[in-house]
């Protein structure tokens, strides 16, 4: 199975600050990948598919990017709504894998 | 508008079973693989199970193979999650979510909950 590593596990950023995640796959995975977003209580919704492209909706202050192992998403001005945990997703294989999370919360 | 409803959760005994559904709408279902996910309290999220569109293939996560087995029904819109010998990590949030190469829309979830 593929093993994806998310880092870091947790962040405390302001709003308006530019924020980084980062996720590993054990494998190369092309860019059958996708990021994720997870309030309290609520289902995930989606961010970014393949990568790079962005979900229907969502704002332009999001970017994915990274090909292979690597993959990186962007948050370019934090803003309040940002608050919550970060999932990646590799669906480049059976059975689909998720990172551990990553947790962003407020300074 | 995309709908996915699931049903079916609730409080169950070590090694019964339990059948989760979803129902969808405002989409073409016969068209879209799905899948179930799940979430237990205070982890991460872990994907499960996955069926195509004309359900012909299915995939199973480790974790619940030879355990937990899926099904849909095109014509009802319907996907199920029949669950058997669960157990106490088996309690969870337990989602639908819809798509094939990438999940685009997921359901409200329901909840599971293994205990004597």
């Known amino acids: 199975d593929i093993q994806m590593t998310q880092s870091p596990s947790s962040l405390s950023a302001s709003v308006g600050d530019r924020v980084t995640i980062t996720c590993r796959a054990s494998?190369?995975?092309?860019?059958?990948f996708g990021w994720y977003q997870q309030k309290p209580g609520k289902a995930p919704k989606g961010l970014i598919y393949a990568a790079s492209r962005l979900h229907s909706g969502v704002p332009s202050r999001f970017s994915g990017s990274g090909s292979g192992t690597e993959f990186t998403l962007t948050i370019s001005s934090l803003q309040p709504e940002d608050f919550a945990t970060y999932y990646c997703?590799?669906?480049?294989?059976?059975?689909?894998?998720f990172g551990q999370g990553t947790k962003v919360d407020i300074k | 508008q995309v709908l996915l409803v699931e049903s079916g959760g609730g409080v169950v005994q070590p090694g019964k079973s339990l059948r989760l559904s979803c129902a969808a709408s405002g989409f073409r279902f016969s068209s879209y693989g799905m899948h179930w996910v799940r979430q237990g309290p205070g982890k991460g999220l872990e994907w499960l199970s996955f069926?195509?569109?004309?359900?012909?293939?299915?995939f199973y996560a480790d974790s619940v193979k030879g355990r937990f087995f899926v099904s849909r029904d095109n014509s009802r819109k319907s996907l199920s999650l029949q669950m058997n010998s669960l157990r106490g990590d088996d309690t969870a949030v337990y989602y639908c979510?819809?798509?094939?190469?990438?999940?685009?829309?997921w359901g409200q979830g329901t909840t599971v909950t293994v205990s004597s």
């Open positions: 997703l590799q669906h480049h294989n059976y059975p689909w894998t």
């Open positions: 494998q190369d995975i092309r860019n059958d």
């Open positions: 979510a819809k798509g094939d190469y990438y999940v685009d829309v």
């Open positions: 069926m195509s569109s004309d359900g012909s293939t299915e």
